[in-house]
């Protein structure tokens, strides 16, 4: 059976990629950001994960504002980068697996979530930064199952949804009937807003909230609607979404192992953080 | 009951309605050869996308804000940017009437 190892959440601020491109991990601006990697290399060289479920969302490459999905499930046996317009690098293309995304498509399905389902899908900035900070040197082996959220026109679903989004994935998953190694990402965010007068607001406090929460008490952050987020964590803050469905997918005893937390990277409140699931048989046998 | 959050635009149907030509162009942009065709002729380019005049106008003047005002969607705005040469600290920037140096410090400021 497939198992949930565990999960990552990162920031997918662009200007990553051209600090990769340009090799300026170790540079004082960055090295507070990339340093929080270390961990995280080594805890996937631990994990060894095959497949990759990440929750993302498309900056305008896949989808125009003309005809935006909700929830889209990616279900390609390639996903390809390409040009964003904004100047950074296009990533090598990475390998999908058709047949766990049925899987959770028919499943996501019958539990009455009706997403998108795409069968050609480009990646953008928010699956492929994460991916480069997770694996240098764009040297990943795993897999993919992106599944984007709308977090850029409103109305956009809410904490709760996604977070229950989440949780249909990880069902779905934990009853897939390959031997596989399962990891979630979550990816954007945290605080941090680019438009109107209150460019540049970031919230400090807000951000530890939510990631103090995640762990152990996901539901508590429920309470905040759609427009409380915006107004706490900045009209593109709401990127958290993904976080929260990357959450609802751990589904068993869920310990938060890393977190890094620096501001500024461009203009957001740039954060990382693992955790670990570990199903109830598991939890018996140690 | 929408509640109104100081210097923050929704960008929710209303917006989506009216920026929709303004965004479309935008999108274009992800393709090399028409932010060139763009650079080589600016107002038949806004033409061929219908942009409305308060969208001709506000691109024409570089305003962030009043591009936001005509619909515009910030990420595809960003694409916009681009082409100019300039990230989301210079429009930060523009946007909030500072220099890109106090609008740095202002985000530094945040994290201590
Ligand atoms: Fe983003």
Redesign the interface.
Known sequence: MAKIIGGVATTHVP?IGKAIAEQKQNDPYWKPFFKGFDYVHYWLAREKPDVAVVFYND???NF???KLPTFAVGAAAEYKN??????IPVSRSIAGDPALSWHIINNLVADEFDITMCQDMLVDHSVTIPMALMWPGEKWTVRIVPISINT????LPSMKRCLNLGRSVGRAVNSYPQDLRVMIVGTGGLSH????????????EFDQLCMDKLAGEPDFLTRYSI?DV??ESG??GVEFLNWMAMRGALTGRVTEVHRNY???I??T?AATMVFENRDEAARRAA | M??D?????????DQ?QK??AL??M??S????EN?AAFLADEEGYCRKFGLTAEQRAAVKSRN??AM?AAGG???????LA??FGL???D??AQ??GTTVDQ??Q???A??R
């Open positions: 200007s900056h305008g490459l125009f504002l003309d390409e040009d964003e317009g904004w100047g850029v026109q409103h109305p807003q680019l438009d109107g007068k209150r460019a540049g607001f970031i919230n400090k427009h915006v107004e009209a593109q620096h501001i500024p461009s203009n409140a | 929408k509640q959050i100081p210097g923050t635009t929704l960008f929710d149907g989506a920026g929709l965004n479309r935008c999108f942009f992800n393709s090399a932010r962030v804000l936001i969607n910030v990420y595809y705005l960003a694409k681009g082409i990230n989301v600290q429009i930060g946007q909030t609008f740095k202002k985000l530094a945040a994290g």
